[in-house]
C-alpha cells in the first residue's frame, strides 16, 4: 500500500533529509507537528517528507511499514528530493516519537511484521516528547499511567511480551552488535501530564549503557504537544539546541 506524504524540498540540491512524524497518540496526526517543522528544517537546508502513518485502534503493524517505506524511499531516490547519502534521519513527537524511535531500533523481525520492508536504521533520531514505554510500569515498579497509545496500537488485549518488544527502549543496541542504534536528541519537559518524562529518561538511560551517542534536554515546564514551541521562549530553544547537535555530527546544516 501506497503511503500518504507530503515532500518539503530544502532546494534543488543534494541535501540532508528526515523523515517526519507527526504526534496524534495513533489516532490522528497533529497538523502542528507535520508541516510547520518541516519548513524549520527546510530553512536549515534539510529536506523533509511529512509521513501520515497509519492510524486507528489496532493499527500495527501499518505505521512502522509506512515509516519504513518513507525511509526506503528517501535513501533509494523515489521521491523528488535530491538527498544526501548518510544523511537521512527521523524526527518524531509523542506517539510519532514512539514511531521514530522504533524506526531508529527496527529489526527485520519485528514480531507481526513483513521481513521484506525492514529498511535498516535512520542516521540520526530526534524524539519530542516521545512515548517509549509501552508495558505497565517502567523499571517494573513504577506504574504506566500512558496506555492509551498501546491500546490504539495494539489492541486493548495485547500480551505483554509484545509491548514488552515494542517499547523502544528494550530495542536499543550498541555498536559492538553490528545493527547499531543511531545518534539520538531527545527532549521533553518535566510537567508533562500526558506522556510522563519518565518515557524519555528511560530511553537515555537505555541509550547510556549501550553507550549510544546521544543528547537530552528536560525543561523545566512545558504543556504536552508544543510541537515547535515557537510561543515557549524556554522550551523554544530546543530547535536551536537540535540544529548545533546536527553540526556536531556533521551534518550540513544551515
Known amino acids: 500500500m501506497a503511503i500518504d506524504f507530503t515532500a518539503y524540498p530544502a532546494g ?7 523523515v517526519v512524524l507527526p504526534g496524534g497518540g495513533y489516532h490522528h496526526h497533529a497538523e502542528h507537528e507535520g508541516r510547520p517543522v518541516a519548513e524549520w528544517l527546510n530553512a536549515h537546508g534539510v529536506h523533509a517528507l511529512v509521513v501520515r502513518y497509519g492510524v486507528g485502534e489496532g493499527c500495527f503493524p501499518r505505521p512502522l511499514h509506512d515509516a519504513r517505506e518513507a525511509l526506503a524511499m528517501l535513501r533509494d531516490g523515489e521521491t523528488d528530493l535530491s538527498v544526501l547519502p548518510g544523511h537521512v534521519g527521523v524526527i518524531g513527537f509523542s506517539a510519532g516519537g514512539h ?10 523481525d519485528v514480531t507481526g511484521t513483513q521481513r521484506w520492508t525492514f529498511a535498516g536504521r535512520p542516521d540520526a533520531a530526534i524524539l519530542c516528547y516521545p512515548v517509549i514505554e509501552l508495558r505497565d ?20 488485549d495485547a500480551p505483554e511480551e509484545q509491548r514488552s518488544e515494542l517499547s523502544p527502549s528494550t530495542r536499543v543496541t550498541a555498536r559492538r552488535e553490528g545493527n547499531p542504534t543511531p545518534p539520538m536528541f531527545l527532549w521533553t519537559t ?9 518515557h524519555t529518561t528511560s530511553m537515555m538511560l537505555s541509550l547510556a549503557v549501550a553507550g549510544v551517542p546521544h543528547e537530552g534536554h528536560v525543561f523545566v515546564a512545558g504543556q504536552h504537544g508544543l510541537g515547535l514551541a515557537a510561543d515557549d521562549p524556554a522550551v523554544g530553544r530546543w530547535t536551536d539546541l537540535a540544529v548545533e547537535w546536527l553540526r556536531g555530527l556533521g551534518w550540513p546544516v544551515d
Open 99 to 108: 514511531l521514530a524511535a522504533l524506526l531508529a531500533t527496527d529489526s527485520d
Open 190 to 198: 518535566s510537567d508533562d501530564e500526558a506522556v510522563s518524562v519518565l
Open 137 to 156: 510500569a517502567f523499571a517494573g515498579r513504577i506504574p504506566n499511567v500512558d496506555a492509551g497509545v498501546s491500546e490504539r496500537l495494539l489492541g486493548g
Open 12 to 18: 534543488p540540491g543534494p541535501a540532508p533529509a528526515f
